[in-house]
């Protein structure tokens, strides 16, 4: 087995911090606002999910069979990683430290990295419930994986973050609707509920049409509802982590308002929260967390 210290972690999460800053906007605002520990948990986590998500999401134009030779490589990488076998990725390096500090379960990684390569053979989705089983491995492994990192109270709290992973991913695929199809031909809108609403051919051509604006109103209620039942867990978790974790709530939350005040047309162009915007829905949150500590 390969040693590795507390030091090497420190000198390995710089790239996954990187990685962050660059890609998760939202994420790495709140991220700022767990204390150091799990701060620098999280950047490796967030390296740990971007990779494989960018080997998929960036590979345009590359046969299918090569991609996943790809995300197969970073699959047998990071098992090897995590047996204790070392790898040259500083970022499975740390993801692994992270994994065994925290006690993570190892199947919540497996589930995240199939639901990665079930982005190579699936492009639509019939039913809300089949895009559900599909986010519970690209989103809710998520979740679960933070609440072990930041300590929670029962087991039914994790019930709470799987519910906030799913609403984070909703609002993502309300945003990308129209990237997801023009640069990954992905249509993650349930196929059945489309239809429901009498959409046709409006994510194919960027069309807007009021059978497509009342579909998004009902996406973006759904994706409200699923972020205030998941409320109620943010304060299951274990104080320390509690800020940055309701942060990162109201930001994702807070792109659903810019989809509404584009009037839901995610189809030509995609919705951005900026920094001052960010700083100021912030910090209300910021001044009641301080003033009940």
């Not at 420190?10 to 790239?15: A, F, K, P, Q, T």
């Not at 419930?129 to 929670?152: D, K, N, P, Q, R």
């Given at each position: 087995?390969?040693?590795?210290?507390?030091?090497?972690f420190?000198?390995?999460v710089i790239?996954?911090?990187?990685?962050?800053?660059?890609?998760?906007?939202s994420?790495?605002?709140?991220?700022?606002?767990?204390?150091?520990?799990?701060?620098?948990?999280?950047y490796?986590?967030?390296?740990?999910?971007?990779?494989?998500?960018?080997?998929?999401?960036t590979?345009?134009?590359?046969?299918?069979?090569?991609?996943?030779?790809?995300?197969?490589?970073?699959?047998?990488?990071?098992?090897?990683?995590?047996?204790?076998?070392?790898?040259?990725?500083?970022?499975?390096r740390?993801?692994?430290?992270?994994?065994?500090?925290?006690?993570?379960?190892?199947?919540?990684?497996?589930?995240?990295?199939?639901?990665?390569?079930?982005?190579?053979?699936?492009?639509?989705?019939?039913s809300?419930?089949?895009?559900?089983?599909?986010?519970?491995?690209?989103?809710?492994?998520?979740?679960?994986?933070?609440s072990?990192?930041?300590?929670?109270k029962?087991?039914?709290?994790?019930?709470?973050?799987?519910?906030?992973g799913?609403?984070?991913?909703?609002?993502?695929f309300?945003?990308?609707?129209?990237?997801?199809?023009?640069?990954?031909?992905?249509?993650?809108?349930?196929?059945?509920?489309?239809?429901?609403?009498?959409?046709?051919d409006?994510?194919?051509?960027?069309?807007m049409?009021?059978?497509?604006v009342?579909?998004?109103?009902?996406?973006?209620?759904?994706?409200?509802?699923?972020?205030?039942?998941?409320?109620?867990?943010?304060?299951?978790?274990?104080?320390?982590?509690?800020?940055?974790v309701?942060?990162?709530?109201?930001l994702?939350?807070?792109?659903?308002t810019?989809?509404?005040?584009?009037?839901?047309?995610?189809?030509?162009?995609?919705?951005?929260?900026?920094?001052?915007?960010?700083?100021?829905?912030?910090?209300?949150?910021?001044i009641?967390?301080?003033?009940?500590?």
């Amino acid at each position: 087995m390969i040693s590795y210290s507390k030091e090497d972690f420190e000198r390995d999460v710089i790239l996954a911090k990187k990685l962050q800053k660059q890609h998760g906007t939202s994420y790495y605002f709140a991220t700022a606002f767990f204390p150091r520990e799990i701060r620098d948990a999280t950047y490796a986590l967030y390296g740990f999910f971007r990779i494989p998500d960018e080997i998929v999401d960036t590979a345009q134009g590359t046969d299918n069979e090569d991609i996943k030779k790809l995300l197969t490589a970073f699959q047998t990488d990071w098992k090897n990683c995590y047996k204790g076998k070392g790898s040259e990725n500083p970022v499975l390096r740390a993801a692994s430290y992270v994994f065994h500090t925290y006690k993570i379960p190892f199947d919540l990684s497996k589930d995240f990295l199939d639901a990665m390569m079930q982005d190579t053979e699936k492009t639509t989705y019939t039913s809300y419930e089949e895009l559900e089983h599909y986010m519970y491995g690209s989103a809710c492994t998520v979740g679960l994986i933070m609440s072990y990192v930041i300590g929670f109270k029962r087991p039914h709290t994790l019930e709470y973050a799987k519910k906030l992973g799913i609403a984070m991913q909703l609002t993502n695929f309300l945003r990308d609707i129209g990237e997801d199809y023009a640069h990954r031909g992905r249509v993650y809108m349930p196929q059945e509920e489309l239809k429901r609403f009498g959409v046709t051919d409006e994510i194919e051509t960027s069309r807007m049409s009021p059978e497509f604006v009342a579909f998004m109103k009902f996406q973006v209620s759904r994706a409200r509802r699923l972020y205030r039942e998941s409320d109620p867990g943010i304060g299951e978790l274990h104080r320390r982590g509690q800020l940055a974790v309701r942060l990162a709530s109201l930001l994702y939350e807070r792109i659903l308002t810019k989809i509404e005040e584009a009037q839901y047309n995610t189809l030509r162009s995609r919705v951005r929260t900026q920094l001052p915007e960010k700083i100021r829905v912030s910090v209300p949150i910021m001044i009641n967390h301080l003033y009940n500590s």
